[in-house]
């Protein structure tokens, strides 16, 4: 079982930053790209950032290249999602994900930019 824990999401303004963390615990997927994805009311859900555990090898969405960075910590077991140059369309919820098909995943964590 994994279990991944979301956190550093909350209110900003347009033009603003934040970076978000995912800690992961239980089994790891070395093997298996670490994603973000986020979902705003109304919305399907999109792809944000993956990168793998082992390998690195960044990919990204087309709405969020060149803004946003994900990384990994892979002594903490942490991935983060650093955004820049925040839009109100930006507005969703972000988790993470992992494993095959991205089975497992967080609770979410919430982030508003405000116009």
């Known amino acids: 079982q994994v279990h991944l824990v979301e956190s550093g999401g909350g209110l900003v303004q347009a033009g603003g930053s934040l970076r978000l963390s995912c800690v992961a615990s239980?089994?790891?997927?070395?093997?298996?790209?670490m994603g973000w994805f986020r979902q705003a009311p109304g919305k399907e859900r999109e792809f944000v950032a993956a990168?793998?555990?082992?390998?690195?090898?960044?990919h990204y969405g087309d709405s969020v290249k060149g803004r946003f960075t994900i990384s990994s910590d892979n002594a903490k077991n942490t991935v983060y999602l650093q955004m820049n140059s925040l839009n109100p369309e930006d507005t969703a919820v972000y988790y993470c994900?992992?494993?095959?098909?991205?089975?497992?995943r967080g609770q979410g964590t919430q982030v508003t930019v405000s116009s």
């Open positions: 994900a992992t494993g095959p098909g991205y089975t497992y």
């Open positions: 239980g089994r790891t997927f070395s093997s298996y790209y």
């Open positions: 990168i793998m555990w082992s390998a690195g090898s960044p």
